[in-house]
């Protein structure tokens, strides 16, 4: 794909094709050795800033001089989110897992992440890395295993900066670009096993394919993507918390190609699922502190957009019927939202490739997402379990914020829009809404009132 001259979307363009036969394979083996179109899942992320990778991380002041963008590093998220009271009390996601699930993974992760560390201050854990299957050695040369190594490090790096003394378990997958391998199935075999072994308190999902790409979309028939929610119906089962990032191309999506997107409204898998809370993206605007200069709005950049709005395959659930003026009779994303702008892009420390200038920049709702999943595992740690199937309590302290006024920490983003590429999309409203959910939050506050539910 063509580079941007400032930033990359090779890295959104990163495909892994998946055939149907091998999603077919889940439910009905006999099935798979059907001619059938093929889909292609790829890492949300987006906003790699290529030609300007440092040796060192800048300040937001020096980012804006030397760039152009904003840049922020895990502090000033720290401070904007309102975490470090949190820190204060002990609240750090201590005795809680975050499983993150990504293909191929990164070679350097632990070295990466031990450097990420002692640069902002932060403890440093051990990652457990979970070899789902034959993964293959890493390929510098391979814009696949690349890209999803970038994806790997910024979930990584992101969830521990969040939760800092929560355990890390990253699952690679080993899906390839040959016909006939499965992703998606993989990964959520991948889930399960862990799940039914007791392993993750949450699972961070930085990953989608357009629902409109899978095998059948066009004729009603959504058996492809109802034959791979196995993963989700055990998690709520087992009270484990599933999250997934709703896209960074606003309200619109690739098609199979990975090229290409749609020139109308479109929704991605598996952030449409109504068993999994899905992720969307805003815009900070910070000083070098971390303080806000300006209220967040809908991420839209130019670089990409929050992904959002309604599914075309799953109907609206229970736990949306308070916001059926807002999502009708679908399923609506996203249901929350954290930082994912790439003019307010985040600091990301890898030496895979590019060792003598290992500091880059990513934005995308795949950064939202294991920033989310660091919150989640500190709401876990003060209510002292599993919080599981998060919808229904979300969505009541959107109720309560909105309609009574109660301090749930809920933050409502009420400016900007995720139209894209030509594609009208929606506003932020106050209340809900199909670009930023429930908007953002002031952690201090609602990690107590989600502990609390």
């Excluded at 790699?48 to 040796?55: D, G, K, L």
């Excluded at 990652?127 to 814009?143: L, R």
């Amino acid at each position: 794909m063509k580079l941007i001259s400032i930033v990359s979307r090779a890295a959104v363009a990163t495909v892994v094709t998946t055939t149907v036969a091998g999603v077919a394979a889940v439910a009905a083996p006999a099935a798979a050795t059907a001619a059938v179109p093929a889909f292609k899942l790829r890492p949300a992320i987006t906003g790699h800033v290529e030609r300007v990778s440092r040796t060192a991380p800048l300040s937001t002041s020096d980012c804006l001089t030397q760039i152009g963008i904003h840049c922020y590093s895990p502090l000033q998220y720290r401070t904007a989110y309102n975490l470090n009271p949190l820190y204060a009390r002990g609240v750090t996601g201590k005795g809680r897992t975050i499983v993150i699930v990504d293909s191929f993974g990164s070679p350097t992760i632990q070295h990466d992440l031990e450097v990420f560390d002692a640069q902002f201050g932060l403890p440093n854990i051990n990652v457990q890395v979970v070899k789902a299957g034959n993964v293959p050695a890493f390929d510098p040369n391979n814009a696949d295993h690349v890209g999803w190594a970038q994806e790997t490090t910024l979930d990584v790096e992101y969830a521990h900066a969040i939760a800092p003394d929560a355990k890390i378990v990253l699952v690679e997958t080993p899906v390839a670009e040959t016909e006939g391998v499965t992703g998606l199935p993989e990964m959520m075999n991948a889930e399960k096993a862990l799940i039914d072994k007791g392993v993750g308190d949450v699972i961070s999902q930085s990953f989608g394919a357009t629902e409109n790409t899978f095998p059948g979309f066009d004729k009603g028939d959504f058996r492809s993507i109802q034959n791979l929610r196995y993963a989700f119906t055990d998690a709520a089962l087992h009270g484990v918390t599933v999250l997934a990032a709703s896209g960074d191309a606003g309200a619109t999506d690739y098609q199979a190609n990975g090229e290409d997107l749609y020139t109308f409204p479109v929704n991605s898998w598996p952030s449409s699922d109504p068993l999994v809370t899905s992720i969307g993206g805003t815009q900070l605007n910070l000083d070098n502190t971390g303080k806000r200069v300006a209220d967040d709005v809908v991420w839209n950049d130019g670089y990409g957009a929050g992904g959002g709005g309604l599914s075309h395959v799953f109907p609206r659930p229970l736990f949306q019927a308070g916001v059926k003026n807002v999502v009708g009779n679908h399923r609506g994303t996203p249901d929350i939202s954290m930082s994912a702008a790439v003019d307010g892009g985040a600091w990301v420390y890898y030496s895979f490739v590019g060792a003598d200038s290992p500091w880059h920049i990513f934005g995308g709702t795949s950064e939202a997402t294991p920033i989310f999943a660091g919150i989640v595992a500190l709401a876990d740690q003060q209510a002292g379990r599993r919080l599981g199937d998060l919808n229904a309590a979300l969505y009541l302290l959107g109720a309560g914020s909105t309609h009574t006024h109660l301090p749930t920490g809920l933050v409502d983003v009420t400016s900007g829009d995720n139209s894209f590429e030509g594609v009208t999309g929606f506003p932020a409203k106050p209340g809900y809404d199909l670009s930023t959910g429930w908007g953002t939050i002031d952690a201090n506050k609602f990690v107590p009132a989600l502990a609390f539910l």
